[in-house]
């Protein structure tokens, strides 16, 4: 599968890819969702994005919007990675069609825990 990690700090997405790599996703990066729409144009939808919201050019709350409007890319999985902890920010965003919301700081288990509730990753039995 591959994920589409939309974040302006090249930090956080590195950490977000490599969480996701190591749940056997292949990664593209966009630096803000101007870039990611651009991105999904040229190498085709992603089964998921995981999307920052305060970002430069396009927010990821304008990126969710735009993603949604476009018939090709209603499959994909969004999942808003950010600061934004606010109530009204997260229903906006679950309302606009994210699927999923994970507030940073966050460890990579939290990732794969949201990946398993959305079916995109296995559960892992308990030892």
């Known amino acids: 599968m591959r994920a589409l990690v939309i ?6 997405r590195r950490i977000v890819v ?13 630096e803000h ?3 990611a729409l651009d991105v999904l ?18 927010t990821g709350y304008e990126f969710v919007v735009a993603a949604r409007e476009n018939p ?9 990675v950010t600061t934004e902890s606010e109530h ?8 606009a069609g994210a ?9 990579p288990d ?3 825990d949201k990946l398993q509730l959305l079916g995109l990753v296995e559960y892992e039995e308990s030892a």
């Open 110 to 112: 939290a990732i794969r």
């Open 88 to 95: 009204s920010q997260i229903v906006k965003a679950l309302a």
């Open 41 to 58: 144009e040229e190498e085709g939808p992603v089964e998921l994005a995981c999307i920052d919201w305060n970002m430069p050019v396009m």
């Open 72 to 80: 090709d890319w209603r499959d994909i999985t969004l999942m808003m």
């Open 33 to 35: 969702g101007q870039a």
């Open 99 to 107: 699927h999923e919301y994970l507030i940073k700081p966050f460890t």
């Open 7 to 12: 974040d302006d700090s090249r930090t956080m």
């Open 18 to 30: 490599a969480a996701l790599r190591a749940l056997g996703f292949e990664t593209l990066e966009a």
